[in-house]
């Protein structure tokens, strides 16, 4: 029975067996197998070759030694990414090791991290998605011939092996490049921190990326377009980013204190400037940032070139592997702008028959691409599918509707937005690896609308007209809307119904409505987006109230002529006045259809002039015919001519008069 005690040195002794045969194993010591530039190389073809599908091996250049004849070591480069033969518009990140021949661990980091996202994409949401999100590429080993040579006969060297002008060997590729932005086209190459002597360990070559090496980086660099780089070299525990070569800061110092602060909480390590280490010019970061507008940040791993136990080098691979994936994912948006997918997700959704509506609060600094927002699903493990939120208006809620599923279906989904500034964010936050789900049920918390209403078939349209409905569970940020189309006059009404208590609402069709059929249907709107409809239904709009008479007058013109006038209203207008006129005591009764047209009347006064034969009495009448009702004017008229000649003045007055009665008629007869 094991007693558990295992010492703190694992590499060095394994548990004791209790029990009078137990027998105290000691295991040897493990030294770290360091790998050489062919090992790196094969294991960088072995990666892609277990994963074609998302890495694929690319070579960037050669060493100097190969450029000569004298060897045949590439710099290789593998990409990490989903459809990795494409060139996707992802984020882009660069990942280095292994400038400084002597710095082992460096080249063992940057491989793990290439076999850590490949071998456990499809097995952690967080690696798949970044796989899936960025494209990534990693050079492990930047001096090939620099590290053989140290593996094999130097431990201590930290150049390449070129063979310089004066007999010494090697340059130092971290001192090799340009950078800075301090207008000078070879930047501040050659400056503090380096050396013009070849036999310097610091010596920056006789002009900048005058090494194969560093041209392969250079030459990878400006074909791609990296938001963040990552070069690994040892030692100190430190994180460090630009510039190397002056104590001032650069104009992105708030983004890069920021970054590299959040990088070293990871591995515990010192974060600063990297001229606070020491001045530098030539190296990798400055000329990332100065000269390709890149994030750049130096890690200084572990705290010797070479540890020799394997429990140390996997510590200090360990250790580096989760700034290296933040790296990685802040390369999405390395302004760290806040953007944000709010959803509150619910195991048990309702069924409804027009499916079911979801929601999320979308927020971001920079603001949301409105038009951006995406709601992906799939039901019962099937394909995913993909639909458009809309925006409601008035806040930040977006909106989108799955179709109709059957009670017991799952249903799996999240959230996909871009801000003003092209930032990806998803919800959850690595989706679809992580999801929001819930099962279809007639019974559970969620509670949807549910409606009842029974719409009319025909209402009075000459008069105003209620119409009520039932609604259970409505929300303040509900709404219930009456709808009504006349498709043959145009004519539409949205009517909001007000809540009258309990589960009654009730909405007002105002009178006046088109004849003939409509459209009536009722919707519920929740924060702006219909959650609910009923079917339209047909409504037969009639007018049930009969043309009104209010006034009537004649008026003599002169001795043959007459002015009849009278007052009819009715609410969709009186299509037709019909005057009946005769003589007293002889002649056919007459009759004048007084319209519009004909007449002179608007808006309920209707007016025609009669030239009557004689002097006579006359008797006279209106009927009035609306388009289902007709109507007498409840008593007649009669009439009397004055058998003079009317003076000039008195028609004068005579006008005046008809005109006043017109506008008093009028103002009575005004519909509301
Ligand atoms: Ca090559
Ligand atoms: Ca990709
Ligand atoms: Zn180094």
């Known amino acids: 029975m094991p007693l558990g005690i295992a010492s703190d040195r694992t590499d060095a002794a394994v548990p004791i067996e209790a029990g009078a045969d137990s027998l105290v194993i000691q295991a040897p010591p493990v030294y770290y197998d360091y790998r050489n530039h062919s090992e790196i190389k ?81 097995n952690d949401s967080r690696i798949s998605w970044l796989v899936d999100n960025r494209e990534i590429w990693i050079v492990p080993l930047v001096n090939p011939d620099g590290l053989d040579y140290a593996l094999q006969y130097d431990e201590w060297w930290r150049k390449n092996r070129r063979l310089n002008y004066d007999g010494t060997y090697g340059v130092d590729l971290n001192r090799n490049y340009a950078g800075s932005m ?28 005058s090494e194969p090496e560093t041209q392969a980086i250079r030459d990878l660099v400006l074909a791609r377009d990296f938001e963040i780089a990552l070069d690994f070299h040892s030692y100190g525990e430190l994180v460090m980013w630009p510039w190397g070569y002056t104590t001032e800061v650069t104009p992105d110092d708030a983004d890069l204190v920021r970054i590299g602060n959040e990088l070293a909480a990871l591995n515990g390590y010192t974060a600063e400037q990297s001229v606070g280490l020491y001045p530098t010019t030539g190296d990798s970061i400055d000329w990332h940032y100065g000269g390709a507008d890149i994030y750049a940040f130096c890690f200084e791993v572990g705290r010797e070139f070479h540890p020799d136990w394997t429990s140390d080098v996997l510590a200090i691979i360990a250790e580096n592997i989760p700034p290296a994936l933040l790296g990685i994912e802040i390369a999405g948006d390395r302004e760290e702008r806040a ?14 028959a027009i499916g079911i509506a979801l929601n999320a609060t979308v927020t971001a600094d920079r603001g949301v691409d409105t038009s951006s927002v995406r709601l992906h699903f799939s039901v019962d493990g099937g394909a995913w599918s993909v639909l458009s939120m809309s925006l409601s208006s008035g806040n930040d809620t977006y909106f ?14 999240y959230f996909v937005a871009s801000d003003l500034a092209e930032a990806e964010r998803m919800a959850p936050l690595y989706a679809p690896y992580e999801v929001f789900s819930f099962m279809v049920t007639e019974e559970g918390p969620a509670s949807p609308v549910e409606v009842t209403f029974s719409p009319p078939s025909e209402i009075d349209g000459s008069v105003s007209n209620t119409v009520a409905a039932h609604a259970h569970n409505v929300t303040a940020d509900m709404e219930l809307l009456l709808h009504l189309v006349n498709a043959s006059s145009g004519y ?6 007000e809540h009258i208590a309990g589960d009654d609402f009730s909405g007002v069709l105002p009178a006046g409505i088109p004849l003939g059929e409509s459209d009536l249907w009722l919707t519920v709107e929740e924060l702006g987006i219909e959650i609910w409809s009923s079917a339209p ?31 009819c209203s009715d ?6 006045v019909v005057l009946t006129y005769r003589e007293v005591g002889g002649g056919p009764a007459q009759s004048v259809d007084m319209v519009l047209a004909e007449g002179t009347s608007t808006d309920g006064m209707w007016s025609v002039t009669v030239t009557i034969g004689g002097s006579d009495p006359v008797e006279y009448s209106y009927r009035a015919h609306d388009n289902v009702q007709s109507a007498d004017l409840p008593e007649t008229g009669s009439f009397l001519f004055t058998p003079v000649e009317i003076p000039e003045f008195s028609l004068v007055l005579l006008v005046v008069a008809v005109t006043a009665l017109s506008v008093a008629m009028l103002s009575r007869a005004r519909r509301p």
Request: with cysteine.
């Open 182 to 209: 301090n207008g000078d086209p070879e930047g501040a190459w050659g400056g503090a921190g380096s050396s013009h002597d070849p036999s310097s360990e610091v010596y920056c070559g006789e002009f900048p990326f």
């Open 339 to 352: 953007f944000d997918i709010s959803h509150e997700a619910v195991p048990l959704r309702n069924y409804t």
């Open 537 to 567: 239904s047909l409504l037969m709009v009639s007018d049930q109230t009969a043309p009104a008479f209010s006034a009537h007058d004649a008026v003599q013109l002169d001795q043959t002529t007459v002015v009849f006038t009278v007052n």
């Open 571 to 576: 609410t969709y207008g009186v299509v037709l």
């Open 492 to 497: 539409t009404l949205d009517v909001a119904m």
């Open 400 to 413: 989108g509707r799955l179709p109709e599923l059957p009670v017991g279906s799952i249903v799996e989904y």
């Open 42 to 122: 094969a294991a960088l073809y072995g990666i892609e070759t277990s994963h074609p599908l998302i890495s694929k091996v690319y070579d960037i250049g050669d060493s100097w030694e190969k450029t000569q004849g004298l060897a045949d070591r590439d710099i290789i480069a593998l990409k990490v990414s989903d459809k990795v033969s494409g060139d996707e518009d992802e984020p882009e990140v660069m990942i280095v090791g292994l400038h400084h021949a002597r710095e082992w661990p460096t080249s063992e980091i940057v491989l793990e991290i290439a076999k850590n996202l490949t071998d456990n994409y499809g």
